[in-house]
């Protein structure tokens, strides 16, 4: 009767070694495939969302959804897209946004003017976003939209503000969605480039979060999406940008950034 020959201690490790090589070249892909995969998802929120936009503007007489986030004390209106963290079948938003619960967080999305167009809360949070549960929504819509930092609003912007979607110029070059990460609690209010220059800026102000392998993501007013990948100063500065510490850029890639930025805030028509 033939005896069936095990594996020698030797050629069981050359075994280990040959799967351990394998899994060293398999796991970068794989973790390549599913950032991608979320990137993916992510851009399809936003296009989403964009396109929830611009029919609340289609629905309501050309006029723009607010760009804040209406939360009961003064700050923002009831026709804003999102609203702060709110109290789960109550009346009145959560003072304390810091320890809002997720709920709380999710049931401002639901009392935003967008969630009748996209009634899923998880289409408002990006996959990839890496806050740990200290927001939910991932996403800001610029101040020129509607917000009430620009110029007649009593705000020290002075970029000037729309309040109807046929005053935007350049829909396919105007981004309306940025993926923000604010450290209070939720994203409060509006995005801003820098509240005391706005598109004449050289200054970064609010955050822009990196959740996509040096990328970010925008949604535009035509109902694209694009990821764009940033420089390294550009990823250094958005470091100090979580304190408002308003960095300069100093380098040649750092400054194309920024102005990039700034070519894509949404202006209205001259």
């Not at 912007?157 to 990460?181: C, F, H, R, T």
């Not at 990948?229 to 920024?258: A, H, R």
């Amino acid at each position: 009767m033939r005896q069936t020959r095990a594996f020698t201690l030797i050629e069981l490790l050359v075994v280990i070694a040959i799967i351990a090589v394998l899994m060293g070249i398999l796991m970068p892909a794989l973790r390549k495939a599913r950032d991608a995969g979320k990137m993916i998802s992510c851009q399809s929120n936003q296009k989403n969302l964009t396109t929830a936009w611009y029919m609340y503007a289609i629905d309501n007489d050309d006029k723009l959804c607010g760009s804040w986030n209406y939360n009961a004390t003064g700050w923002g209106d009831p026709w804003d897209w999102v609203w702060a963290p709110w109290q789960v079948n109550g009346d009145s938003a959560i003072s304390d946004y810091a320890n809002a619960t997720q709920e709380e967080k999710q049931e401002g999305v639901r009392r935003g003017v967008l969630f009748k167009y996209v009634n899923d809360v998880d289409a408002y949070h990006c996959p990839s976003d890496q806050s740990a549960g200290r927001n939910f929504c991932s996403y800001s819509l610029p101040d020129s939209l509607n917000g009430k930092w620009g110029q007649g609003k009593g705000g020290n912007g002075i970029w000037p503000d729309m309040k109807n979607l046929s005053q935007l110029a350049n829909p396919s070059k105007s981004y309306v969605l940025v993926e923000e990460n604010d450290p209070r609690g939720y994203n409060i209010n509006s995005w801003v480039i820098n509240p005391s220059t706005g598109k004449n800026s050289t200054s970064w102000s609010d955050p822009i979060v990196v959740w996509h392998s040096s990328r970010s993501g925008f949604g535009f007013a035509d109902g694209h999406a694009e990821a764009w990948k940033w420089n390294i100063e550009t990823l250094k500065l958005f470091e100090d940008l979580s304190s408002w510490q308003q960095p300069t850029p100093q380098t040649d890639e750092g400054i194309y950034d920024l102005n990039r930025i700034l070519d894509g805030w949404p202006a209205p028509k001259r």
